[in-house]
Antibody, heavy 115, light 108 residues
Framework: EVQLVESGGGLVQPGRSLRLSCAAS????????MHWVRQAPGKGLVWVSR????????NYADSVKGRFTISRDNAKSTLYLQMNSLRAEDTAVYYC????????WGQGTLVTVSS | EIVLTQSPGTLSLSPGERATLSCRAS???????LAWFQQRPGQAPRLLIY???SRATGIPDRFSGSGSGTDFTLTISRLEPEDFAVYYC??????????FGEGTKVEI
């Protein structure tokens, strides 16, 4: 059974950093491109970032480019999202999802950016 | 960058009725790389339809997708109580960003 489990969310002050993790199981993690998608409270889904199966290629939404870094550790079957210079508008539930189209999603982890 | 516009924003219907949801793209979506997702409150999105008209594994046949180019439709033939949720379309054409539409809420 495919499972994606996010962790690392929480309350953080503006300007600080946070790292999210997504532990994958039930499939060959190193064979799949992976994505992060976020959803602000009461709002719609927003694509955030993508990483290739070997980690050599990454893409970002303009809203997070230069502040967020996606990475992966295929030996640990884990996806990461390093979030720096956090802003109030980054407050959201962050989901990891397997390749397009997103058949598999994690349950999400809530990041709240507030002083 | 492809922008997706969903309509209507909210659809008020009763169980047993037919729901028709629209997703319009700002430019043609190549190879009909268009997906539909259902999201219930407090849950992660669930893939319903991919490649515009293919049902994902385990999705009931009352859900169907159609369309091509810039105009796509999700139809729910007979609404069940569990179908009242928010529905999103997403294009997964060749280049990022792989945008979602704003969503359509199907309510009783």
């Amino acid at each position: 059974e495919v499972q994606l489990v996010e962790s690392g969310g929480g309350l953080v002050q503006p300007g600080r950093s946070l790292r999210l993790s997504c532990a994958a199981s039930g499939f060959t993690f190193s064979s799949y491109w992976m994505h992060w998608v976020r959803q602000a409270p009461g709002k719609g889904l927003v694509w955030v970032s993508r990483i290739s199966s070997d980690g050599s290629s990454t893409n970002y939404a303009d809203s997070v480019k230069g502040r967020f870094t996606i990475s992966r550790d295929n030996a640990k079957s884990t996806l990461y999202l390093q979030m720096n210079s956090l802003r109030a508008e980054d407050t959201a539930v962050y989901y990891c999802a397997r390749e397009l189209p997103h058949r598999y999603w994690g349950q999400g982890t809530l990041v709240t950016v507030s002083s | 960058e492809i922008v997706l516009t969903q309509s209507p924003g909210t659809l008020s219907l009763s169980p047993g009725e037919r729901a028709t949801l629209s997703c319009r793209a700002s430019q043609s979506v190549s190879s009909n790389y268009l997906a539909w997702f259902q999201q219930r409150p407090g849950q992660a999105p669930r893939l319903l339809i991919y490649a515009a008209s293919s049902r994902a594994t385990g999705i009931p046949d009352r859900f169907s997708g159609s369309g091509s180019g810039t105009d796509f439709t999700l139809t729910i033939s007979r609404l069940e109580p569990e179908d009242f949720a928010v529905y999103y379309c997403q294009q997964y054409d060749t280049s990022p960003p792989w945008a979602f539409g704003e969503g359509t809420k199907v309510e009783i």
